[in-house]
């Protein structure tokens, strides 16, 4: 599989802009962060200096948490595949909730997974690269999921085509706001109104990563009623 060729001069502007961005960002950030650091051994500190620099490191590892955004968008840019591989989507799925067990169980969600019989696929493409797909998708059904809620991952297998969907019971998006779900720092007007970190990039980044390997993603949303993401691959089975 070769990397797309983009004939729009923008989407090359902006794909460069974030390439190097991402890279230049981390020695100011580096430096930074450790002159703050080297300030707070102060011990002759007021309570009130010490606080202030406290409250700057918090907005450094903000900037920082940004900054590596951007670097795996810009990993996601140059991704390059063709060899074909097996994957066990079963164990993959499962490793990906294992690692967000912590994260469900602190808003008392609950996972429930339906799988076809088969459950091997074969693709042109590093089943990482599959992991951080779904890790993103999950990771964003659980902040926006509501507390006791669901998420339900699904796959469905053929000769042809590997089918995954993921839906959570949670904050949903406007109808109106459905064509912007996965455009760069896109957050629903609605989730900008609760205590939930974001940059609007995770969706962005996934359908930016789907659309290199050749996929297709698709989101679907009501209000209040939760979303449902399902992506699709073709398998070389």
Not at 45 to 57: D, F
Not at 85 to 113: C, G
Not at 161 to 167: E, F, R
Not at 199 to 228: F, H, M, N
């Amino acid at each position: 599989m070769t990397k797309k060729e983009k004939t729009d001069p923008s989407e090359k502007s902006k794909d460069l802009f974030i390439s190097i961005a991402s890279h230049k960002l981390f020695t100011p950030i580096t430096v930074i962060k450790l002159r703050i650091e080297l300030l707070l051994n102060d011990r002759s500190l007021t309570k009130s200096v010490r606080g202030q620099l406290n409250e700057t490191l918090k907005s450094v590892a903000k900037l920082e948490d940004f900054a590596n955004v951007l670097l795996r968008i810009s990993d996601v840019i140059e991704v390059k595949d063709d060899d074909i591989r097996e994957i066990n989507v079963k164990k993959l799925i499962t490793a990906v909730i294992s690692d967000f067990t912590d994260t469900a169980m602190q808003k008392k969600i609950k996972f429930k997974i339906d799988y076809d019989k088969n459950t091997l696929i074969k693709v042109n493409f590093k089943d990482s690269y599959l992991r951080y797909i779904l890790s993103s998708i999950i990771e964003n059904s659980i902040k926006y999921g509501k507390d006791g809620g669901h998420i339900n991952v699904e796959c469905s297998i053929s000769n042809k085509k590997v089918n995954i969907s993921v839906a959570d019971d949670g904050a949903g998006i406007p109808e109106n706001e459905l064509n912007m779900l996965f455009r760069s720092f896109f957050r629903g007007t609605n989730v900008q109104k609760l205590d939930v970190n974001g940059y609007g990039l995770s969706l962005y980044t996934v359908k930016l990563l789907v659309d290199r390997l050749g996929g297709k993603i698709r989101g679907e949303s009501r209000e209040s009623a939760g979303t449902k993401f399902t992506i699709e691959f073709k398998n070389n089975s």
